[in-house]
């Protein structure tokens, strides 16, 4: 059995413009395999987006899927129907973007949400969506206590941290994460990631981890794909990557990337 969870084939992603069609990806071809965390690179634009949005059929018009595969466990995303795919976003491959922490519902208390996500997912009760919502405050390290508060009680890197224990506690088997710390401070960042990291170990799941930030994502990725202008120009090892890049453009990347001392480099995945 191929340890690839997901395979994106030729994928080819349109803008359909008043003035014709703007190909944002293309031909692109990359696993995230089981257990991994990926990394997707590339300045603002090449694309890295809409591919993610692609990958669970959420683009919206004017983006057009035109050609490829979005294979999950062998079964094409592409071509399943709108009922099935419901049973793989949240519960198959769960979501975490920019606007996440926003995206909480300023006037429901955090366990009000955690019931709704698994009621609506799993069709948990109240008891056992209160027993998940605390085991998953545990693991976020937040006190249970504050399940009972409401959003605009935390802070925006608890916020996000509420997203994601949302997330995990409908145990997904792939996390797309789309800059998903961009919003925060550097010493907030490197704490959520740090914590994502561990959980990661923990729990087994797969991560998508898409940041224009190649430095970050070196320290957290096992392998990193590096786009530009809507192509995968590069895809390997983090240690190859950053070590012995192959093409200009990621050379180019790394140049422009001030380098930390190696004893604040690691955020423990890649040694
Ligand atoms: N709704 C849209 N209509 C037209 N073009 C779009 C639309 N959304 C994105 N694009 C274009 O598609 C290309 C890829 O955008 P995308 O958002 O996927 O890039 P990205 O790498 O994720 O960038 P960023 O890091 O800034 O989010 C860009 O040229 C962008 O201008």
């Known amino acids: 059995m191929s340890d690839a969870l997901l395979e994106i084939r030729n994928l080819n992603v349109d803008y359909l413009l008043d003035d014709g069609a703007f190909r944002a990806v293309n031909d692109v071809s990359f ?19 809409t591919i993610a949005y692609a990958i669970t059929r959420l683009s919206k018009p004017p983006a057009w899927v035109a050609g490829g595969e979005i294979l999950l466990d062998g079964q094409n995303l592409l071509k399943m129907p709108e009922a099935l795919l419901q049973n793989v ?51 976020v390290g937040i006190p249970i206590n504050r399940l009972d508060d409401y959003p605009h009680q935390f802070s925006g890197g ?43 170990r ?19 990725c096992h392998r990193i794909g590096v786009m530009l202008k809507g192509q995968l120009v590069e895809v390997g090892d983090t240690q190859q990557i950053s070590r012995a890049p192959e093409h200009d453009y990621t050379r180019k990347l790394w140049g422009a990337i001030p380098q930390l001392p190696s004893s604040v480099r690691s955020l423990g995945v890649v040694e």
Do not use: Y
Not at 105 to 127: I, S, W, Y
Not at 202 to 220: C, E, K, R
């Open 158 to 200: 608890m916020r996000q941290r509420i997203v994601i224990a949302i997330c995990l506690a409908l145990k997904p088997e792939l996390i797309i994460m789309d800059e998903p710390t961009t919003a925060l401070d550097v010493v907030v960042q490197r704490e959520i990631l740090e914590q994502l990291v561990d959980l990661q």
């Open 31 to 49: 696993e995230v395999r089981r257990g991994e965390l990926f990394g997707l690179a590339g300045e603002s634009g090449c694309g890295k987006s």
């Open 89 to 139: 976003r949240w519960r198959r491959i769960g979501m975490v973007f920019q606007s996440a922490m926003n995206s909480l519902n300023p006037l429901m208390r955090v366990e009000a949400q955690f019931f709704d996500v698994l009621r609506k997912h799993t069709g948990a009760t109240r008891p056992q969506a209160r027993a998940r919502a605390e085991e998953m405050f545990r693991l």
């Open 202 to 220: 923990n729990l087994g799941f797969s991560v998508l981890f898409i940041t224009h930030d190649l430095h970050l994502m070196a320290q957290l």
